[in-house]
Nanobody, 120 residues
Framework: QVQLVESGGGSVQAGGSLRLSCAASRYGTYCMGWFRQAPGKERERVATRDTAGSTTYADSVKGRFSISRDNTKNTLYLQMNSLKPEDTAMYYC????????????????WGQGTQVTVSS
């Protein structure tokens, strides 16, 4: 299994940018993803990246967010630009073993989350 630790969250004004990082405790073949959950809302899949480099994005963040990996540092990133108050949420990093990302089931491993707050 793998342990995940997120960092990079904080407070920013609308239109600003943040980059979240997710450090993994070990190397392996994983699909990686970012999720978020705001108070009173269900958890949302923000972005995923499989081992072949294929990515997916929620419609609400397309064109603004970008997911990437740095294999030398064993780290996953989420670059967030043009932030909106609606992006305010706890952001979680997740991993799932294998070459492909889950479609009908949950990811296997989760970090503790990092808070992102966007003000008007």
């Amino acid at each position: 299994q793998v342990q995940l630790v997120e960092s990079g969250g904080g407070s920013v004004q609308a239109g600003g940018s943040l980059r979240l990082s997710c450090a993994a405790s070990r190397y392996g073949t994983y699909c990686m993803g970012w999720f978020r959950q705001a108070p009173g809302k269900e958890r949302e899949r923000v972005a995923t990246r499989d081992t072949a480099g294929s990515t997916t994005y929620a419609d609400s963040v397309k064109g603004r967010f970008s997911i990437s990996r740095d294999n030398t540092k064993n780290t996953l990133y989420l670059q967030m630009n043009s932030l909106k108050p609606e992006d305010t949420a706890m952001y979680y990093c997740a991993a799932d073993p294998g070459d492909y990302c889950p479609v009908y089931r949950q990811f296997s491993y989760w970090g503790q989350g990092t808070q992102v707050t966007v003000s008007s």
